[in-house]
């Protein structure tokens, strides 16, 4: 009977825990855009906190089963991407999706199952190294296989400009790390076994921590005025529809398209004009009319024009294509090129393309990109500016090397027609806007159908256009030089993490040596006595 009922009370804790963790999942999807319940993220993460005073193998499967969920949701428009633009069935677009969530999800596994091995090993104190560990996780998911940090939970807050000031010293990291210590004391809060000697203090310090980093972000958003503003910026988005940008015969319209938005922007003041990627559909340096035309432009009305196209050279009897943005400078009427140099992998390029020589693409165009090689800084009036070609904004390391070498405006040219109306036009552009905070630079975004904007440097959206709508936006920006922490010092947020985990891995390690060699010498005697009895 006693058995029976241990059994039960087993089961019935594991459908509560697994019922908490898939809450959670869906609750931390919809802390991100374009449901933007933000607010959702600070409680999110604590059914699975809670789950790790469960034994490891437990832990992983409520955090694994947690990230499926919950990077299913947020990634469904990876679904709608594969059926509209491969020749796959749904079913097997489905299927990749799965696949994505799986990969991802481990990731929530080994947090939960290296959380449960820490609390285990190290007691209930260890519940503070929670942060730490996540850290390392999203560091190596921003790099491991390519790199994939798209949506990590530090993205959620993008709006919550005060708290995202941390950036500037930490990076997005630091925005992750602060919300995953919140969720660590709300569970000490409401769960008594997640409790230790010193639980009292250690909420203290994590909330003063909170609300000062708050405050100051707060002061710091307040205080930011720009008195300074000397460039009217034009952004276009000529909203041309996926399945029609790549038809040859209206190449010739769209490019008029762009030249009249232009010339709207130009009539209200603008200075420097933005396009988006891919807004020409032809190789540029080789339409010898379209190049008349915009430096027609540009002479005439001594404007700077940014805008994306793809460009091709030949290297040792091989033609390279590369996604390549190009800038005409008004002082002497050059033309500059910077080619994306991390390209979609899947997407723009196949990865271990001899291994994976089956796999087609999921886009239209050229069938193989060549990644650039050089940060390429664009001359303007004396100024530095630089450009990130759509998937480039949501690696930091990136805009990041761009600021340390001198770039003074931070500017990106998208394509996310390819979403359709689905959020990750608008996770795109959460995650843009953290890199302004990082390294207090305005940011220029020009998208195809949308969201294209201004964001200035402590992280507040100037402007947001809408979805698939024609669009021209005129504003003023300023150029700086100014340098935060964060840009200085980089990921070191990352490092600390991965010392930290060293540091309790190596405690750890020590500590279960220990015990087992007291479990031997108090077996050891236990069974001498009962020799001797």
């Not at 939970?153 to 919550?160: A, P, V």
Request: glycine share 6%; proline share 2%; hydrophobic share 45%.
């Amino acid at each position: 009977m006693e058995s029976k009922n241990h059994s039960m009370t087993t089961r019935k804790k594991f459908l509560l825990l697994t019922v908490a963790s898939l809450t959670g999942a869906i609750l931390l999807a919809l802390s991100f855009p374009k449901w933007d319940y933000s607010f959702l993220a600070w409680i999110a993460l604590i059914p699975l906190i809670y789950a790790m005073k469960e034994n490891a193998r437990a832990s992983f499967f409520y955090g694994f089963i947690y990230g499926v969920v919950c990077n299913y949701i947020t990634f469904y428009w990876v679904v709608q991407v594969i059926d509209d633009y491969s020749n796959l069935p749904l079913i097997l677009a489905l299927l990749l999706n799965l696949l994505l969530s799986f990969y991802l999800a481990l990731y929530w596994g080994v947090w939960t199952w290296s959380g449960s091995y820490f609390l285990k090993t190290l007691g209930s104190g260890a519940i503070w190294i929670l942060p730490f560990l996540w850290i390392v996780l999203e560091y190596i998911r921003s790099y491991f296989l390519t790199g994939f940090p798209w949506c990590l939970l530090g993205y959620s807050q993008y709006r919550f400009t005060s708290l995202c000031q941390i950036a500037s010293i930490a990076g997005v990291y630091g925005i992750s790390f602060t919300i995953v210590a919140a969720n660590c004391v709300l569970c000490i809060l409401f769960f008594k076994r997640m409790r230790h000697r010193y639980w009292y203090g250690a909420i203290i310090v994590v909330v003063l921590y909170v609300a000062l980093a708050v405050t100051w972000g707060n002061l710091r958003v307040r205080n930011y005025h720009d008195n300074n503003a000397v460039e009217t910026v034009g952004i276009i988005q000529g909203n041309i529809p996926q399945d029609l940008k790549w038809l040859v015969y209206l190449s010739d319209a769209h490019f008029k398209k762009h030249l009249i938005l232009t010339g709207s922007a130009i009539s209200n003041g603008a200075k420097l004009i933005i396009w988006p990627e891919a807004a020409i559909t032809i190789f540029f340096l080789e339409d010898k009319d379209k190049q008349n035309e915009i430096m027609h432009i540009v002479k005439e009305s001594n404007v700077g024009i940014l805008f994306g196209g793809d460009y091709r050279n030949e290297s040792d009897s091989k033609v390279n294509y590369y996604n390549s943005a190009y800038f005409i400078n008004p002082d002497d009427h050059t033309i500059q090129l910077y080619s994306k140099m991390h390209l979609v992998p899947f997407g723009e390029y196949v990865p271990l393309k001899k291994l994976l020589w089956f796999v087609d693409k999921f886009v239209e165009g050229v069938s193989d990109f060549s990644a650039g090689r050089e940060y390429i800084l664009f001359n303007y009036k004396n100024h530095r500016i630089s450009t990130q070609i759509c998937y480039e904004i949501i690696f930091p390391e990136i805009s990041r090397a761009f600021v340390k070498k001198g770039s003074e405006l931070l500017t990106t040219i998208t394509n996310d027609a390819w979403f359709g109306e689905t959020s990750a036009a608008y996770q795109h552009f959460a995650m843009a806007t953290i890199r302004t905070i990082e390294n207090k630079r305005y940011l220029v975004r020009s998208a195809n159908t949308g969201i294209s904007g201004i964001i200035n440097p402590v992280g507040r959206i100037i402007h947001e256009s809408d979805v698939f709508t024609e669009f021209v936006i005129i504003d003023k920006i300023s150029f700086l030089k100014e340098h935060t922490f964060y840009t200085k010092y980089g990921d070191w947020i990352c490092y600390l993490s991965i010392c930290m985990m060293l540091l309790s891995m190596i405690i750890a390690v020590r500590i279960q040596k220990r015990k087992v060699k007291v479990e031997v010498k108090v077996n050891f005697f236990l069974n001498f006595i009962l020799y001797l009895s």
